[in-house]
């Protein structure tokens, strides 16, 4: 099953378990790999997950795949989120190729080893709905936000993925910084934006380092 344009996103935050095999891992990977399938592996920090598994296809069926042999691997599923790459509705004007990179982007960027993953949705409240105001203002105000972001052009690299209709937020947002605070400050300086101050909602973040899956397999 396969989306009209652009790819199939899962996210995968999994727990080590008694029967975790770091062979079985790195095969699970390579095996998606071989089928086509995008796969980024990340080193997790604190709690929430031993290791993150975000993988893109142009169909879901090896997604699914994937995660089965995870699973088999002797890792547990913590967390997951489902998304699709698109591009916005406010991206008029925006060149071809940056269209297509949006679509089909290349993972991971090079040297771009900080990562954070969180989902985000626009607010419905009665005096702050963003589904409300006229597609001119809204496209206004994020025209300013991503003013704000290409502000780090060269040290963050943004995904922003749709979930609208397939998971529990409208949209996934994974970041790829050169350093850590990279990631902190791009986040803490686009909150100011009135899209994001007024009508955002934040899920919870995740956060890791990205990393081989064969330096992975044996770390975790």
Known sequence: MSPSVGLAVIHLFCKTTPAYDAEAFVGAVKNAENAGVSVVTVAMLGHKADVAVMATSADMRPLKSLQTALQHAGLS????????????EYAK???????????????PPPGKNAWCFYPMSKRREPEQNWFTLPFE???ELMMEHGKSGRTFAGRVVQVVT??????DYEWGVTLFAVNPDDL???VYT?????ASAVYAEFGPFYTG???????????I
């Open 184 to 186: 902190k400050e791009v």
């Open 77 to 88: 599923i913590a967390d997951s989120y489902v998304s699709l790459t698109e591009v916005s």
């Open 162 to 167: 749709g979930s609208a209709g397939l998971d």
């Open 93 to 107: 004007g925006v060149p071809e190729e940056m269209l297509n990179a949006r679509l089909y982007p290349q993972l």
């Open 137 to 139: 203002k809204r496209s």
């Open 190 to 194: 686009m909150r100011f934006d009135e």
């Open 209 to 219: 380092m990205v990393t081989p899956v064969e330096q992975l397999a044996q770390q």
